[in-house]
């Protein structure tokens, strides 16, 4: 279902070049299927058990031709949220190399 629909995201964040687009997974149906995909939640199952909330997604843009740094951090441990390591955790999917036209090594 996600694929192909990049281009959605480009054309509504284009002419402000959004670089992070937080709950991501609300108003962006590719994004509210990834996020309930049977993949990632067997995956976060068999980390913290079967009682499972989405409870905030972030979609990074990183937009051609334009520096993107995120500088370290530790996920969910700031100002703004402190997860429970006993309770959380963040997944980070992504799109595999082949699928961005990268020949696997």
Same mark, same amino acid.
């Given at each position: 279902?996600?694929?192909?629909?990049?281009?959605?995201?480009?054309?509504?964040? =284009?002419?402000?070049?959004?670089?992070?687009?937080?709950?991501?997974?609300?108003?962006?149906?590719?994004?509210?299927?990834?996020?309930?995909?049977?993949? =990632?939640?067997?995956?976060?199952?068999?980390?913290?058990?079967?009682?499972? +909330?989405?409870?905030?997604?972030?979609?990074?843009?990183?937009?051609?031709?334009?520096?993107? =740094?995120?500088?370290?951090?530790?996920?969910?441990?700031?100002?703004?949220?402190? =997860?429970?390591?006993? !309770?959380?955790?963040?997944?980070?999917?992504?799109?595999?190399? !082949? +699928?961005?036209?990268? +020949?696997?090594?």
């Amino acid at each position: 279902m996600a694929r192909g629909c990049g281009a959605e995201v480009t054309t509504a964040h =284009l002419d402000s070049r959004t670089e992070v687009i937080p709950e991501a997974h609300l108003p962006i149906e590719w994004a509210a299927y990834a996020v309930r995909s049977p993949g =990632l939640l067997r995956a976060v199952q068999d980390v913290i058990g079967n009682a499972v +909330a989405v409870e905030n997604t972030f979609l990074m843009v990183k937009w051609p031709g334009r520096e993107f =740094l995120v500088p370290w951090h530790q996920d969910g441990t700031n100002e703004h949220m402190d =997860l429970d390591p006993e !309770r959380s955790v963040a997944a980070w999917p992504g799109r595999p190399a !082949r +699928a961005r036209g990268v +020949a696997a090594s």
